[in-house]
Structures are given as C-alpha cells and as structure tokens.
C-alpha cells in the first residue's frame, strides 16, 4: 500500500507542475515574443519482482513501477503573429532566428522580444531592450546610433539605416540561429542562452525581419484549455488512486486477529 500511495503522490506532484506551466502559458498570451511550453513525462524506475510459485523467467517476472517523473519542458518556437506599432524600433523577426543581447555580465543572450529603445549615455547612444540590455550587431558589438539621427529604418537585408546630417549609415543586424533550438536554456524575461546542446550560434541566412512590428505570443488559449482539462482530470483521477490506497491502508490497520 505504501508503493501504492508513493507512485498516487507522485501523478499529484508532476500533474501540479504541468498545471503550473498551462499557467505560465495562460499569463504571458500577451507577451511579446513569448514561446509557448509543454511539459512532458516519463514513467519512473521500474525494479523486478517475481512470482515465487514461477521459475525466475521473463514469464515469470513482475515488472513494478514507481510513478511518473519530468521528462523536460518543450518549447515551441513557432512564430506568432505580426502586430503593427509603427514605432521605429519596434522590430519582430517573421521566421526562424532570435535578435542577441548582451546580458548584465557581457555574456550574450538571444531573445525574440523586439521591442527595443534608445538609451542616451555618456559614451554614446545605444538600442536597448526594456530590460537594458544592449542590441549586438552580427559581429556581436554593442549597436551605436551615430550623433544627430533624425530617423531609423531596416531593409530588407536585415541591415539598420541611420539617417544622420542627410547621410546614411548601415549596420548589420545580429539574427543568429542553432541547429538545435530546444537545447537552448530559458534564463527568464523571454531571454535564452546558448548551452552544448543547442550547438554554436550561426547567422540565421533567410531571417526576415521588419520594423514598425511586434511578434505577440504564439500561446493558443483553446490549446492551453484543453491541456488544462485534461491535467484536471489526470490530477483528480491521482487524487483518488490516493485515496484508495489510503483507505486500504487504514482496513488493513484496523484489521483483528
């Protein structure tokens, strides 16, 4: 009955945690740039036991599992719609490929999230995100806005145009992408970093980017809806494998010789 009541407990807890990211998905529908994820499961260790009145054979054999365990959180990186802002630097990437950042220690970091600001500094003007942090060009430099810019545009080659003094400037936007997306490591405000499984950073070729437009979320509420209902139903269903179990330990308690 323990065994009983330890694998019931674990269905709670892992159907808790999927109940969980449903939630997380639910809270950022808004979220520019935001990708929506699932978590998956897998059955947990299995030890062998055999029947006594069997020779020790695979017929013989009793396969006892533990539960259900994590398996990982999938993330689908499927682009979301296109909201037009016609701000100048508002810009959302229309297909594979993520904008690189240089994070608060100078590690670099790609995000999907293009909505980006200026910021007027001692040293220079610079585009940053609204966490502060610095827009990379393609060789992974901090992207600078040349003195008395009246306008900021993109063509279609990903390259940014300054209009400054009647005269033009051009940097290339940083688009990278990775051979393996779902190795990349969420480290939080839409951000991800490059790890081993994700593989090295290249530059993202066929990348379209457009200004004057957001990428909003790609979380389909009816989606999360029917997740929701039926994690519902798996925790229900463990709550009472639970109780059950419970209960049958409680007669085999009370039981009197």
């Known amino acids: 009955m323990y065994e009983a009541m330890m694998i019931a407990a674990s269905g709670l807890q892992n159907q808790q945690r999927r109940l969980d990211t449903i939630a997380n998905n639910v809270a950022n529908i ?3 740039g935001y990708k929506n994820s699932r978590l998956d499961f897998k059955d947990a260790l299995y030890t062998a036991g055999y029947v006594p009145a069997l020779p020790r ?3 013989g054999n009793q396969q006892k599992g533990h539960g259900l365990m994590v398996a990982g959180i999938t993330r689908d990186f499927t682009a979301g719609n296109v909201i037009r802002t016609e701000r100048q630097l508002d ?5 594979e490929g993520f ?27 610079y585009i940053v995100n609204s966490d502060g942090l610095y827009l990379l060009d393609a060789n992974g430099d901090r992207i600078e806005v040349p003195p008395h810019t009246t306008a900021i545009g ?14 033009e400037f051009m940097v290339q936007l940083g688009v990278f992408s990775f051979r393996n997306l779902m190795g990349l490591e969420s480290v939080g405000e839409g951000n991800y970093s490059e790890t081993i499984a994700s593989g090295e950073r290249f530059i993202a070729a066929d990348a379209k980017v457009v200004n004057g437009y957001l ?5 389909d509420l009816a989606t999360e809806m029917t997740r929701m209902i039926r994690t519902q139903r798996a ?7 639970l109780i059950t179990a419970d209960e049958m330990e409680g007669i085999a308690n009370n039981i009197k010789r």
Do not use: C, H, K, W
């Open 30 to 32: 808004n979220t520019v």
């Open 57 to 59: 054979t695979p017929e």
């Open 91 to 95: 810009m959302a990437i229309t297909n």
């Open 99 to 125: 904008f690189a950042v240089q994070g608060a220690d100078g590690e670099t970091l790609y995000t999907r999230n293009g909505s980006f600001n200026l910021s007027v500094e001692d040293n220079g003007v």
């Open 154 to 167: 993109l063509d279609e080659n990903n390259m940014i145009l300054f209009n400054a003094n009647d005269e």
């Open 215 to 219: 990428e909003a979320s790609n979380v």
């Open 235 to 241: 925790f229900s269903l463990a709550s009472r494998a």
